[in-house]
């Protein structure tokens, strides 16, 4: 029987492939990494083949574990990293560089010059604040940098697409070039009031508008996979950009439910209904549109938390692994007045600062490993602290409770943290891959196999606020 969703999230650092049943109950996963390429200080790139055969590896890997086939996959769903660039040939599937990630810094330079005198437009426009994260100004860096590709993208030879769309384009056998409206709303180049690529912006930033995908729903049919892959043709009918996938995923269907994932970097996102909310410091972006009705959410983003501790492990090489963090953060009464800005790429919101780079403040000879590791825990949660409060003041709603998914929410020294120094309760489901759930709830409305009235919100634990006020006022300002 066909009774599986199959879930692709496609990552910053690898690739997952997860099974669910139609009760949304996780069957398998397949996880493979891929490798991360920085050919510049600044730099950050993905290797567009290895990409895709990490996905290909990550289903098989899931489909092994479960015992099923292809044959009982009912649909597909896809979330991926956003604003991740790749531009192809449009005959040959062939893209013509490397996948430019989203943590890429390359384009800063030029978007502060387009910022100065197009920002406010811009930010009317599609409700971002300019910034080299999105994927217009790695598009048009990519035309001018690669031999030939301007005269081609104008000619109609090249496509462009987030990852989301490239997955649909190999899966489809070319068959399908589109995208859904939350990551089309990541681009700078998407017209989140008129839901239509924008010819002003089309024009600012040098892009053919023959590159860009089709614009569909996020849940409905985007294509068949081409039986020359899985050897059936299997519906894709779920697409959403991984943080708007999380939303979902968490049941957050209400103007003011709220969720952050904690994985590279943190990412907050607040359902604001069929609202579209200004904001000066954070983004306004479309969480997803189904049957033809699109949902606003606000958004903050912040670069570096989970990357913090990979640097820790990797670049430091003061601890072996993620999962110790919290035992060695727990064998100090407090920071020791260390504190840790991890801005390695620069900061995002609320404070939009490219330049800014990592500080370490505080050092004393009493100083050890054990503060540097409690630091950058808590920076991840005082970073998330100030979107919070940020989206409270823009949004009018309060964050009742906050919903948490990803990698680094297994950490309860930092779960605990967060709901101390925000003094909101903080709510960790059982299984933390909201964003691939989310994939799946979507692929599977798009066919009709889910009634989300019938979907119980998940199971978890309740961090609460054990902090006194001036404990938290007094590390605050610290």
Known sequence: MKNIILSLDEGTTSARAILYNHNLDPISTGQCEFTQIYPQPGWVEHNPEELWLAQLDAIEDA?????????????????????????WD????????????????????????????????????????????????????????????????????????????????????????????????????????NHMWDTEL???????????????????????????????????????????AALFGHKAHDPGDSKC??????????????????????????????????????????????????????????IDSAKETAEIALSIPDNGGVYIVPAFTGLGAPHWDQYARGTITGLTRGTNRAHIVRAVLESIAYQTMDLVEAMQKDSGYN??????DGGATNNTFLMQFQADILGTPVYRGNNIEATARGAAMLAGLGIDVLNLDEIDSEEGQLFTSRMGKGASKRLRNG
């Open 399 to 404: 964050v009742k409770t906050l919903k948490v």
């Open 202 to 244: 089309l024009d600012l930033f040098k892009v053919p508008e023959s590159m860009l995908p089709a614009v569909l729903d996020s849940s409905g049919l985007f294509g068949y996979t081409d039986p020359t892959i899985f050897g059936e043709k299997i519906p894709i009918t779920g697409c959403a950009g991984d943080q708007q």
């Open 90 to 193: 449009k005959k040959t599937g062939k893209p013509i560089y490397n996948a430019i990630v989203w943590q890429c810094r390359r384009t800063s330079d030029t978007i502060e010059e387009i910022k100065k005198q197009y920002g406010s437009m811009i930010k009317e426009k599609t409700g971002l604040i300019p910034d080299s994260y999105f994927s217009a100004p790695k598009i048009n860096w990519i035309l001018d940098n690669v031999e030939d590709a301007r005269r081609r993208a104008e000619s109609g030879e090249l496509l462009f697409g987030t990852i989301d769309t490239y997955l649909i384009y190999r899966l489809t056998g070319g068959k399908t070039h589109a995208t859904d409206p939350s990551n089309a709303s990541r681009t700078l180049l998407y017209n989140i009031k």
């Open 63 to 87: 489909l092994g574990d479960s015992g099923l086939d292809v044959t009982n996959i009912s649909c597909i769903g896809i979330t991926n990293q956003r604003e991740t660039t790749l531009v």
């Open 261 to 318: 994932t904690y994985g590279t970097g943190n990412f907050l996102l607040m359902n604001t209904g069929d609202q579209l909310v200004p904001s000066e410091n954070l983004l306004t972006t479309i969480a997803w549109s189904i049957k033809g009705k699109t949902v606003y959410a606000l958004e903050g983003s912040v670069f570096t938390t989970g990357a913090a501790v990979q640097w820790l492990r990797n670049g430091l090489e003061i």
